[in-house]
């Protein structure tokens, strides 16, 4: 009996050895992990604060942080990545710049631009 248990404890061990070592490859970057945020502002519409462009090195991580006076949607373009907003509250789109090219970022409803993305190595 104890050779039984010693085996299954062996073996529990070594599958959470393997699971604890392995990693979505394509997962998003983890807050801390030298994600760069950028914030910005739109109220009527129109962009009241943040960048109008923002320039970032392939393989960055990056967090566009967006807070709009009215409900919409943020939109990348490019990376189909995408965040509800509601009024007065911060929302966000995190993810791995992995793709060289100028893309728009902007609000849906509206139409509200909210920059340009440019991605390069």
């Not at 050895?17 to 739109?42: D, L, N, Y």
């Not at 807070?67 to 966000?92: I, M």
Request: proline content about 4%; some cysteine.
């Amino acid at each position: 009996m104890r050779r039984i248990g010693g085996i299954c404890g062996i073996t529990v061990a070594a599958l959470l050895a393997v699971t604890g070592c392995s990693g979505s490859a394509g997962s998003e970057p983890a807050p801390g992990t030298g994600t760069r945020t950028v914030k910005f502002s739109i109220t009527e519409g129109k962009r009241t604060a943040g960048p109008e462009e923002v320039a970032v090195r392939t393989g960055e991580n990056l967090a566009l942080e967006v807070t709009s006076d009215e409900a919409d949607e943020l939109h990348v373009h490019g990376y189909d990545k995408a965040a509800q907003l509601a009024p007065g509250v911060p929302g966000t789109v995190a993810f791995t710049a992995n793709i060289d090219g100028i893309f728009e970022v902007e609000l849906h409803k509206s139409g509200a631009a909210v920059t340009k993305l440019r991605v390069s190595g």
